[in-house]
């Protein structure tokens, strides 16, 4: 047994598993208080990635100017989604709202594809991210380090953003039931498009956050159909239950590949040892560790 | 004094908080379930809406907030007016924000949140709000609400109607409906019930529409009342004259004048109806 492999796996893990968590927690969002299954989660992260990468480059704007102006433009872009493609699909059949989102996550690939091209591009180093420290023997990349310590304060302002804030216990009461949020003074069409507008956003900072760890390529969508292990894991419209899940995720994929690495050699079992899990989880937990259970109403 | 039978419902008080003009109410386009509704809330005082299940009392209310259209409902005539403005079209958030809130029926409790998030929820309309000082008001009418600190899912029933009592306080309403406060209460709580909903207007000035099954309480603490049935008014009056009339003794209050044999029960039935 190799353990200081094998830790530094379970670390690396823990901190890729805490991004999934964060795109999971975005995506329980939407599904929780609009009840769409957006299959483009992952665009929405590419995008945010793109573009802060092409304000740093092409317009040579400081890091944390382009920073701020991409969370501008993904809370447009969320809202432009929620209002234009989605709006008019209230009550539809579900089926065509997932249709239609299969359908957004094509179409922007494609375009991202066209504006920004095919190939990978790197962040400039802006604040020494491939630094590497070293942590009680551990050799971590500064990048990871910045990429968990945002991790656990996005999940910190969702926290005391549903627990605390006006808009916060608006959306939980839309969630629940929109008749009566309504009977309260919410407007439903506005919750549902800062749901939207939350939910880009944040994707959009873990896109950039995981493109100065990698480097930025329409590839990075990939989080986005890891996000769904995770959240069937967790329970589809648990916030709590997405965290969880994508951390299980990330350190049993990493577990995976120790375990592939040293004995199996099977070489992709990284890739698809959440899909396994997904599978079982379906057949003996279908609502996940901590989702509810849909009780009909009679 | 005669109760007046015509299904107008006009003539009764002067100060008018709410009128719902001759409204019709029509579900998926094909049911229709108002057909021509006529109900003046005065402002200040109490007015019960009575009727059987079906009679269209929540739809009443669902019209009157307009929340009808995530039902597939829509007001296809007449008009709603309150204070003096036509409020038919309404949005139902603007409604609330204008002093109209909907106490709905079942309670309408957000069970996944504590007490203090349904309460803070309440004032949702009035942004800037003092809510740690408007939810230590509230706790002076409801003492008991203040020591449960769980999640309302947890309360008793009685406690829930209490809470959404208190939620609508959050609003500073001019006018609150309530759909069935009773409902699922034991006798001696419906009694707290419609005490409190009496304080509420004695002490506040807040002007209430009470939809109830029990009529008998709801007549008890009310200053005007209504009785509904198929779509429609068919009676209306003072409290005080519709707890005298013969026919609503008979039908909602139970018991009234001397004991018939169930056979001359059931033809007085059949030649009385309100149609």
Not at chain 2, 175 to 185: A, F, R, V, W
């Amino acid at each position: 047994m190799k353990w200081d492999l094998l830790f530094q796996l379970l670390v690396n893990g823990l901190i890729v598993g805490m991004l999934y968590g964060v795109v999971a927690m975005c995506f329980v969002l939407i599904y929780k208080s609009t009840q769409v299954v957006n299959f483009a989660q992952g665009e929405f992260l590419v995008l945010g990635a793109w573009v802060c990468l092409a304000l740093v480059t092409n317009m040579q704007l400081p890091f944390f100017l382009a920073f701020i102006f991409t969370l501008v433009f993904m809370a447009a872009f969320g809202i432009i989604v929620q209002t234009v493609i989605l709006r008019p699909l209230i009550g539809e059949p579900i089926i065509s709202v997932i249709m239609v989102t299969i359908g957004l996550s094509i179409f922007m690939q494609s375009l991202m594809n066209w504006i920004f091209g095919n190939d990978a591009k790197r962040f400039p180093d802006v604040f020494g991210t491939s630094d590497i420290v070293s942590i009680g023997g551990l050799n971590v990349e500064v990048a990871y380090l910045l990429s968990l310590v945002l991790s656990i304060i996005i999940m910190g302002v969702f926290f005391w953003f549903f627990r605390f804030t006006r808009h916060g216990l608006a959306m939980r009461a839309t969630a629940f039931d929109q008749q009566i949020a309504q009977s309260l003074g919410i407007s439903v069409k506005q919750t549902f498009a800062m749901a939207w507008a939350i939910s880009a956003v944040v994707s959009g900072v873990a896109g950039i956050v995981i493109g100065i760890v990698n480097s930025v390529s329409n590839s990075l969508a990939f989080v986005g159909i890891k996000v769904f292990p995770a959240v069937i894991l967790g329970g589809l419209d648990s916030i709590v239950g997405a965290v969880v899940g994508g951390i299980i995720i990330g350190v049993l994929e990493n577990m995976a590949e120790y375990v592939d690495g040293q004995w199996l050699k099977i070489g992709n079992l990284y890739t698809i040892a959440p899909f396994y899990v997904l599978i079982i989880i379906l057949m003996i937990k279908p609502y996940g560790l901590f989702g509810t259970k849909d009780i009909e109403r009679i | 004094m005669k109760p007046n039978i015509a299904a107008t419902g006009n003539g009764l008080a002067t100060d008018t908080i709410l009128s719902v003009n001759n409204i019709e109410v029509v579900f998926n386009e094909v049911i229709l379930v108002l057909r021509g509704l006529n109900l003046k809330v005065a402002r200040g005082k109490i007015t019960a809406l009575l009727g059987t299940n079906g009679a269209g009392k929540s739809t009443t209310l669902k019209a009157i907030t307009n929340l009808l259209a995530t039902e597939d409902g829509e007001v296809t005539r007449g008009t709603i007016q309150y204070e003096d403005e036509d409020v038919t079209e309404i949005g139902p958030e603007a409604l609330v924000r204008k002093g109209v809130f909907l106490v709905m029926e079942g309670r309408g409790i957000l069970q996944d949140m504590t007490v203090i998030e349904n309460l803070r929820l309440g004032a949702y309309s009035r942004p800037g709000a003092d809510i740690d000082a408007e939810i230590e008001q509230v706790f002076k009418y409801f003492p008991r609400l203040k020591e449960r600190t769980g999640l309302a899912g947890y309360l008793s029933g009685g406690e829930q109607q209490m809470l959404a009592i208190g939620r609508a306080l959050m609003a500073k309403p001019n006018l609150i409906l309530m759909d069935e406060p009773s409902m699922g209460l034991s006798p001696l709580l419906v009694k707290e019930v419609f005490g409190i909903i009496r304080r509420l207007n004695k002490e506040l000035g807040i002007s209430i529409l009470l939809v109830e099954q029990n009529a008998n309480m709801a007549l008890h603490v009310a200053d005007d009342g209504y009785i509904m049935e198929n779509g429609k008014i068919v009676l209306d009056g003072t409290a005080k004259e519709l707890m005298e009339n013969e026919d609503v003794k008979e039908f909602y209050l139970g018991g009234g004048g001397e004991r018939r044999s169930f056979k001359d029960i059931k033809s007085y039935k059949r030649r009385k109806r309100w149609l």
